[in-house]
T-cell receptor, first 115, second 113 residues
Framework: KNQVEQSPQSLIILEGKNCTLQ??????????LRWYKQDTGRGPVSLTI?????NTKSNGRYTATLDADTKQSSLHITASQLSDSASYIC??????????????FGKGTHLIIQP | ETGVTQTPRHLVMGMTNKKSLKCEQH?????MYWYKQSAKKPLELMFV???????ENNSVPSRFSPECPNSSHLFLHLHTLQPEDSALYLCASNPPGQGYGYTFGSGTRLTVV
């Protein structure tokens, strides 16, 4: 069964600090992995998308890594800002299978940045 | 705005009411989706439309009825809902291919009283 597990479930850090969120998956056959940021009461917004051949991708202060061998990904946030407070969702796309949309969603990590 | 617009943003309805959620995209995408997002759960796929044709109904109760009159518009008709149906309902659209353009709307926060 395709699954995406994220950790930690929630995280509180001080403004200006760095943090790393984890995503482990068992989706097969793998197509791509995405990280989304979801502000409270809003829809998810794409941060990064990585295919099998990519092991790192950056979007400003966000850097995602992918280890397709161990089926793990991480999202590193540098110099956190109050606006980074949100849920971060890991989504893995299968070339076939998964849901009818081909996507398997994690439950997300709820990140709170404190001043 | 992401290019996928959902209305209303918030909706409170009684269990005997009938209401509709609307989703609109002008990104040229041919696939549209409805998702349900409940607290502390992954997004749950409800319905999939490709080129206006429903290709998936993910075991959704009949009190939820989708409608896709054209490739740019998607509706979710609601009737006789239950309190446990309270959730954030998200619409998404996708161009053909591996889904690199997968785009979500801002959602409708539904409360059933």
């Amino acid at each position: 069964k395709n699954q995406v597990e994220q950790s930690p479930q929630s995280l509180i850090i001080l403004e200006g600090k760095n943090c790393t969120l984890q995503c482990n998956y068992t989706v097969s056959p793998f197509s791509n992995l995405r990280w989304y940021k979801q502000d409270t009461g809003r829809g998810p917004v794409s941060l990064t998308i990585m295919t099998f051949s990519e092991n790192t991708k950056s979007n400003g202060r966000y850097t995602a890594t992918l280890d397709a061998d161990t089926k793990q990904s991480s999202l590193h946030i540098t110099a956190s800002q109050l606006s980074d407070s949100a849920s971060y969702i890991c989504v893995v796309s299968a070339r076939s299978g998964g849901g009818a949309d081909g996507l398997t969603f994690g439950k997300g990590t709820h990140l709170i940045i404190q001043p | 705005e992401t290019g996928v617009t959902q209305t209303p943003r918030h909706l409170v309805m009684g269990m005997t009411n009938k209401k509709s959620l609307k989703c609109e995209q002008h990104l040229g995408h041919n696939a549209m989706y409805w998702y349900k997002q409940s607290a502390k759960k992954p997004l749950e796929l409800m319905f999939v439309y490709n080129f206006k044709e429903q290709t998936e109904n993910n075991s959704v109760p009949s009190r939820f009825s989708p409608e896709c009159p054209n490739s740019s518009h998607l509706f979710l008709h609601l009737h006789t809902l239950q309190p446990e149906d309270s959730a954030l309902y998200l619409c998404a659209s996708n161009p053909p291919g591996q889904g690199y353009g997968y785009t979500f709307g801002s959602g409708t926060r539904l409360t059933v009283v």
